[in-house]
């Protein structure tokens, strides 16, 4: 009678090549002929982020783009957004590799059908096309299991250690590897787990003083689900379909239940017992771990989740080893009747594959990417291309050729930055659309249509409407900024001011309404409360062309009231500055030189003269929160000084 090991036939490499060949043609030449732009919008963010990398090293530590994503895609979008797709791509290739190796080193049948699998796994597939970063984090993912699965432990634990680098909730996997590692009695591996967070938080030590900079400045904590919304326990497992596919679902599901059948039937040898349930439990485990903590997550509305069923994507590769492990019991049992466990696995392969393929080539635009071309074609009809842009859905960068952060070309705002209309420069354009600008871009339809700076060129919305994030109806509107707007202010004769603004919180916009406080007001009932992670709080942000310098003194004028015990000269202050090509100037008031108080409230006022400034200079006015400590702000004043007879 022969052995189990005699049976078992792995499938050999010059099939897997073949597999792993047909496989990549089949995903390259769709992410560069048909889905050419893809069709998340987060995707241009991060191609931005990477690209101006180069100039701005300190991209590389945001955690909205992922700081391994970030480093590992630089020379790729150095090259152009193309080449990000290759790098994709390439990533995914390398992934189904590492899978079908794992595969071999757990001695199931037909390994090489593990590669079809996880390619042509839907959500996986459809990443292929997006450059995000599941794809880095499946990658990861398969490579520590692998070498977990070689009992290279250190390795193993060293790479896992980065994935919540590329992932950032994928530190909820880190505990399943410690529990592999204690059931294999391995311990430094353990401690080597540790060793992306010790790195980068030793390089976040040296830049901002400070060691857990990726828990205060992570982009996901609290809740926004005003926002983002909510929705079922069971969301991801009701989108099975989508994900994994039911084929794959339940052929993983199979692999899943009789692999572990196997491993209860090795109790007499505990050491190869040990070995596949540690593999075993690694591969189940950390894919129930991350569909856990996401389906909680869009349950409870914590962490801004979105349920986007993509971020699956990083994991659906161990259910593809799962299918590979399902197919083999399945096989074991069907040999029986003399049925090839080749033939088995190619149908296997044909049955993922032809629904994904024959979805993703059948590719039509997304509605959003069909109105902003739209939008694009009106800028080209009516000569305006060559105008500044500003803009907030990501895409538009892409179709209009400029960067993200090129302020010489436009400025697109990015990592929930809210939009400063006083920066506009005369004769720019800001585009609007309904996704990112009142979302990402924190900036309402409502606020440019009442700003007497901007007017309005044209609205377009699609012919079969549609809703957006946040459940408002997508449309574009193009904006102009009037090339004769200047910042004007109403006298004051007590003051001796032209006054521009009053601030007295009483009426938050969409972007300062969490920030509003009524425990401690100056008069009122609110008052702007400034919390440790904001460093700047910025009232006016306007080209010098801007300011209506008639009948002033050519002096720019700021008071604000702030709450802070006790007081101390490092804590936060109230700047003024110009900004020429030739020369900078500021005047900073500190807290503990405030005159006036009241009550725990002190008065800081700044003069900034600005006669000799040039057209092309820039001012600013902002509380600066030195310290980052949490005050209250109230009842800021800004204006010019009068010309005195």
């Known amino acids: 009678m022969k052995k189990a090991s005699d049976i078992l036939q792995l499938g050999s490499h010059k099939i897997a090549f073949l597999a792993l060949t047909v496989s990549g043609i089949l995903a390259l030449l769709p992410a560069l002929l048909i889905h050419k732009l893809g069709t998340e919008g987060d995707v241009f963010t991060h191609y931005y982020i990477s690209l101006q990398a180069w100039k701005n090293p300190l991209l590389i530590l945001d955690l909205w783009g992922r700081p391994l994503f970030t480093l590992t895609t630089m020379p790729f979008a150095l090259a152009g957004f193309y080449w990000l797709k290759v790098y994709t ?97 391995k311990y430094r ?12 938080g030793l390089i976040g030590y040296f830049i901002w003083g400070e060691f857990f900079w990726f828990v205060s ?24 379909d989508s994900i994994l596919g039911y084929p794959l679902a339940i052929l993983a599901l199979v692999g899943t239940l009789f692999w572990g059948y196997r491993i209860l039937q090795m109790r007499r040898s505990w050491k190869k017992m040990a070995d596949d349930f540690s593999v075993w439990l690694l591969i189940a485990g950390a894919y129930m771990a991350y569909l856990s903590a996401h389906s909680y997550s869009w349950w409870s509305g914590k962490g801004n989740s979105l349920g986007l069923v993509r971020v699956m994507g990083a994991v659906t590769p161990l259910a593809a080893i799962m299918a590979v492990a399902g197919l083999h019991h399945i096989g074991m049992e069907l040999g029986k009747i003399k049925i090839s466990d080749r033939l088995l696995a190619i149908g296997a392969a044909i049955i993922v594959a032809l629904p994904t393929l024959q979805k993703h080539f059948n590719y039509h635009p997304s509605a959003e990417e069909i109105e902003l071309r739209r939008s694009v074609e009106w800028l080209k009809n009516n000569n305006l291309l060559d105008r500044k842009i500003y803009y907030f859905h990501p895409m538009v960068g892409i179709l209009t050729n400029r960067g993200a952060f090129e302020d010489e070309k436009g400025a697109m705002k990015v990592h929930f930055a809210g939009f400063q209309a006083d920066q506009v420069t005369p004769e720019a354009l800001v585009i609007w659309d309904a996704h990112f600008g009142p979302n990402e871009g924190q900036t309402s339809l409502e606020s440019l249509l009442e700003n007497p700076s901007f ?69 009122g009932k609110y008052s702007r409360l400034m919390s ?27 008071g604000v009231w702030i709450n802070y015990e006790p007081v101390d000269s490092e804590i936060a202050a109230l700047v003024a500055e110009l900004k020429t090509k030739e020369k900078y100037k500021y005047i900073s008031a500190p807290l503990s030189n405030a005159t006036i108080k009241q009550n725990g409230w002190h008065y800081l006022e700044v003069s900034l003269d600005i006669k000799s400034a040039d057209a092309e200079g820039n001012v600013k006015v902002y509380i600066w929160n030195k310290e980052k400590k949490t005050l209250r702000a109230d009842d800021f004043i800004l204006g010019y000084g009068m010309r005195m007879p």
Request: proline content about 5%; charged content about 25%; hydrophobic content about 45%.
């Open 89 to 185: 791509v390439f990533l995914g290739i390398l992934t189904a590799w590492l899978a079908y190796l794992t595969v071999r080193k757990l001695s199931f049948t037909e390994a090489w059908v593990a590669i079809p699998l996880v390619i042509f796994t839907p959500i996986f597939y459809y990443l292929l096309f997006n450059p995000l970063t599941e794809t880095l984090m499946a990658f990861l993912l398969v490579w520590s299991i692998y070498l977990f699965a070689e009992k290279k432990y250190d390795l193993s634990a060293i790479v896992a250690g980065f994935i919540p680098f590329a992932r950032l909730e994928a530190f909820v996997i880190l505990p399943v590897f410690v529990a592999v590692f204690l059931i294999k009695k």
């Open 455 to 523: 007017k309005l060129l044209t609205e377009i919305t699609p012919e079969i409407p549609f809703k957006t994030l946040g459940g408002k109806d997508f449309k574009i509107c193009i904006f102009e900024k009037d090339k004769d707007f200047k910042i004007t202010g109403e006298a004051d004769s007590t003051l001796h001011w032209f006054v521009i603004r009053k601030e007295g919180f009483e009426k938050p916009d969409e972007k300062s309404r969490k920030k509003i406080d009524s425990t401690q007001v100056h008069t």
């Open 189 to 200: 591996p353990i401690v080597l787990l540790m060793g992306g967070y010790v790195l980068f």
């Open 217 to 240: 400045k992570n982009p996901y904590a609290g809740e926004a689900t005003e926002l983002y919304g909510k929705g079922e326990l069971f969301h991801f497992i009701k989108k099975t």
């Open 532 to 558: 440790e992670k904001e460093e700047f709080l910025e009232f006016l942000n306007s080209p010098v062309q801007t300011l209506d310098l008639k009948n002033t003194d050519s002096t720019l004028r700021a």
